[in-house]
């Protein structure tokens, strides 16, 4: 059964605090995402990773960075968290081709005071 | 731009009534087509790809090419189907593009 992981299912953080969001999974995916689940916004993608070391931008990857060192841990990291990035959120796992369906990860809900 | 639009963010429909949840894309090309649903308290997952052509818990999508739409249809909604539901074309990059979903509540 696919499985993945986060390390957290709730967070609470303070403005200015650097957070990290980790992400596990154990398929042997290339592909790892991270996405934030807003309301009325749907999901978005912050960043992809599709080989270690490899990562690309998502559509709103300002304020975060990512690292991934093991093909099965796709981490983000929250710099210097901010009221703003108070969200859901997702990570998933996919084989290649990058048309292949996600494997989603049960969530992290982060607040930002 | 590549966009993709649910227009309904909520639809509430009565038990064993038809149930279409809409979604329009704006691709040139073909992109491939996945309806995502999240159940309370679960993790999202795939509902349905078009390339399988299954129907998955009753459900069914249609593409339709000249209208840019894939929507999702059952012919009987149950109560168990109440979720968020996340029309995701993919238009042959990695990055899905996620519509702003469609609450379903199916009402006793």
């Known amino acids: 059964d696919v499985k993945v992981t986060q390390s957290s299912r709730y967070l609470v953080k303070r403005t200015g605090e650097k957070v990290f969001l980790e992400c596990v999974q154990d398929?042997?995916?290339?592909?790892m995402f991270w996405y934030r689940q807003d309301p009325g916004l749907g999901l978005r993608l912050i960043y992809f990773?599709?080989?270690?070391?490899?990562?690309e931008k998502g559509d709103i990857p300002e304020g975060y960075s990512v690292s991934r060192e093991k093909k099965e841990r796709f981490s983000l990291i929250l710099e210097s968290a901010s009221t703003n990035q108070t969200s859901m959120y997702l990570c998933?796992?996919?084989?290649?081709?990058?048309?292949?369906?996600?494997?989603f990860g049960p969530g992290t809900r982060l607040t930002v005071l | 731009a590549q966009r993709v639009t649910q227009p309904e963010k909520l639809l509430s429909v009565f038990k064993g009534a038809p149930v279409e949840l809409k979604c329009n894309y704006s691709?040139?090309?073909?992109?491939?087509l996945f309806w995502y649903v999240q159940y309370s308290r679960q993790r999202l997952q795939l509902l349905l790809r078009?390339?399988s052509r299954e129907s998955i818990k009753g459900f069914t999508a249609d593409l339709n090419k000249g209208e840019t739409s894939f929507h999702l249809k059952k012919p009987f909604a149950q109560e168990e189907d109440s979720a968020m539901y996340y029309c995701?074309?993919?238009?042959?990059?990695?990055?899905?593009?996620f519509g702003t979903g469609t609450r379903l509540k199916v009402l006793a």
């Open positions: 398929m042997d995916h290339e592909n």
């Open positions: 078009h390339i």
């Open positions: 691709y040139s090309g073909s992109p491939e």
């Open positions: 990773s599709y080989d270690v070391k490899m990562k």
């Open positions: 998933a796992s996919s084989l290649p081709p990058t048309t292949d369906t996600q494997y």
């Open positions: 995701a074309p993919l238009p042959g990059t990695y990055k899905y593009i």
